[in-house]
């Protein structure tokens, strides 16, 4: 259950699409002056060295975040992502952020970030990452229960980020269970959950019992490298965006033809749609 580590796939395709809409949402939140939340249940290490060997064994940030960086016009919506990336590689590509470390950046001095993680040693230098931080606050401790009990936040405003590892099928039921109990609790906030694609089937349940929740304003993004297949592997990463900022669908119909363009040379898959509309 803890052994999954996101090292070995740090920058890759799937933390671009990721990171980039996270990125997106902090930026349109940053609009209004008021302060905000940001609650992200599976934080990791925070941000990852692309030389250690762990993603060094796997390179897969060179299909990702390598060639989105080397392409010229990138989109306007990938602007507040890429500046937090080349901020932290003067240079050479040596250092990528994971989400926690992507937000920290973007955050102001009166928004709040709270993590949970549950591996030890992610847990360690999530600590060390921000020791002295007072505006984050790290707690080793169960992603759902706590997103729920923290729920809703004194802000009344904010981004959820649930990103967890789908090495246990039930995963897939209780991200449904957890955004809907939350939700409950916290109707105005946004909603993001990463999702991958290894079995389509896995996922169009997923997608089917998210629906029947009856939230409103879920927005599906995905794109693939590769074409479903039966083989092992993942071929396709998606986010479920519930409460989008209302110019999300449009920045996205532009983003991802040029990231299927760059990362894919236009044979990737990609959609953005809505699972369920206002």
Known sequence: MLSYRHAFHAGNYADVLKHAVIAFVLDYLKQKDKPFYVHDTHAGAGRYLLSDAKAQKTGEFKDGIAKVLAAADAPAALAPYLEVVRAMNKGELLHYPGSPFLTRELLRDHDRLFLTELHPADMALLEQLFARDRQVRVEKADAYETLVAKMPPKEKRGLVVID????????????????????????????VLWYPVVERARIEAMMAAFKATGIKKQLRIEQGLLPDTDQHGMTSAGLLVINPPWTLKAAMDETLPWLDKVLAKGAGQYRCEWLVEE
Request: hydrophobic content about 30%.
């Open 164 to 191: 967890p590892p789908y090495e246990l099928k039930e995963d897939y039921q209780a991200v449904v269970h957890a955004i809907s109990d939350a939700h409950r609790r916290f109707a105005t906030g946004t909603y």
